[in-house]
């Protein structure tokens, strides 16, 4: 990637300066973002600029107030303003326009009113060793996940956010050409049931059972039981203290390990072993830090907001860990896909 940045002069510029110039503003800059999703602005402009009195109407706000939202967002890029008018950018267009299932509406607000609130409470997190921001969640279990089933609400924003993002990433799983021989599916913390619907959407053949905890369950009932008929059942269940269901011939992690330790891993991944058939296997699907642990800024958020909020440990591991620990629970074939969009690889391992 070229990050050379030039000044007007045509001199380059530190890329890290100008960086830490957006990086110091980010916070802000980004709730302008929210908001301006939150109003539907870029929808409004999606292929039609607009005066600054058309936009008065379309968002309701008070003059002032829609002065310096537009300011903010047109300073991050993504609206331009020409001849008076204001349009969105390329990206806009192209990233903030949908209302889908996909929408990076639904995920940026899932992190504002979820993650970011936690961030606040790293430093305290980080020292302590575990994740102290999950106080502000009613409840006494020791995982957000668990917390939120107090929540309600918060838990389908929750979800909506997650499910979001899986679908923006999680192509490079369904065509990875690993389900062109699976039959029976076990997707263990599989969520609201996305990635099993679009799995068994793509894949005839297939059909999935997605595990989860119960409250979880009832949502995926809820968004994928509807189309998919029997295709895709549910079966409610803790990780750590109830079996997985047998009779599948491929167990998948999706976006789920990297919330534990080293030495959970293990037991979950001995777990599918025992559930698995003679040549069956397990797929690690998630984010990978790069293999000098130095890059990747969506791993990087991942890793933060596991260890402040979401279950006091776990990280984006690099694909080396996990493939050891694939051997250590005895699977053999143990290969990754790697470098797949949003820092994501795909780890494999064969029963023997
Ligand atoms: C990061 S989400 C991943 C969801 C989905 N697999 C995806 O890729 O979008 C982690 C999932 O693990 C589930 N989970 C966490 N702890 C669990 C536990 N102890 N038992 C069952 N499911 C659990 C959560 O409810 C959540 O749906």
């Given at each position: 990637m070229d990050l050379t940045v030039t000044n007007g002069s045509g001199e380059p510029v530190?890329?890290?300066?100008?960086?830490?110039?957006?990086l110091v503003n980010a916070p802000a800059l980004f709730n302008a973002l929210t908001t301006a999703l939150e109003l539907d602005l870029f929808t409004a402009l999606s292929g039609r600029p607009a005066s600054f009195d058309e936009l008065l109407g379309t968002t309701g706000l008070p003059p002032h107030s829609l002065r310096?939202?537009?300011?903010?967002?047109?300073?991050?890029?993504?609206?331009?303003?020409?001849?008076?008018?204001?349009?969105?950018?390329?990206?806009?267009?192209?990233?903030?326009?949908?209302d889908g299932p996909d929408?990076?509406?639904?995920?940026?607000?899932?992190?504002?009113?979820?993650?970011?609130?936690?961030?606040?409470?790293?430093?305290e997190a980080l020292e302590a060793g575990t994740n102290t921001a999950l106080s502000a969640f009613p409840g006494h279990e020791a995982t957000l996940y668990r917390r939120l089933a107090h929540r309600p609400e918060l838990e389908a924003v929750f979800h909506r956010?997650?499910?979001?993002?899986?679908l923006r990433s999680v192509d490079a799983l369904v065509d990875s050409g690993q389900f062109l021989t699976t039959r029976r599916l076990l997707d263990v913390g599989g969520g609201d049931g996305a990635t099993s619907a679009r799995l068994v959407a793509r894949h005839p053949a297939l059909v999935s059972?997605?595990?989860d905890i119960p409250t979880v369950s009832r949502l995926a009932r809820r968004t994928t039981a509807p189309d998919?008929?029997?295709?895709?059942?549910?079966?409610?269940?803790?990780?750590?203290?109830?079996?997985?269901?047998?009779?599948?011939?491929?167990?998948?992690?999706?976006?789920?390990?990297?919330?534990f330790s080293g030495e959970q891993i293990v037991t979950l991944l001995a777990k599918a072993y025992d559930v698995l058939p003679s040549g069956g296997r397990v797929l690690v699907y998630g984010y990978n830090v790069s293999d000098d642990e130095t890059e990747g800024w969506?791993?990087?958020?991942?890793?933060?907001?596991?260890?402040?909020l979401a279950s006091g440990q776990g990280m984006a591991y690099p694909a080396r860990d996990y493939e050891r620990w694939l051997r250590q629970a005895g699977y053999g074939q143990v290969r990754t896909l790697k470098g797949l969009p949003y820092e994501h690889g795909l780890h494999i391992g064969v029963k023997p």
């Open positions: 530190d890329p890290v300066l100008e960086r830490f110039h957006l310096v939202l537009l300011h903010a967002v047109c300073s991050t890029g993504l609206l331009v303003r020409r001849d008076g008018r204001y349009e969105n950018s390329g990206v806009a267009e192209e990233l903030l326009t949908g929408s990076w509406r639904d995920i940026l607000i899932g992190w504002r009113e979820v993650y970011y609130p936690a961030f606040a409470r790293l430093t956010a997650m499910t979001a993002f899986t059972t997605v595990f998919l008929g029997d295709r895709v059942t549910v079966h409610p269940g803790d990780l750590f203290t109830d079996s997985f269901p047998e009779g599948h011939d491929t167990v998948l992690f999706s976006h789920v390990l990297e919330i969506y791993s990087a958020r991942l890793s933060l907001y596991l260890n402040a």
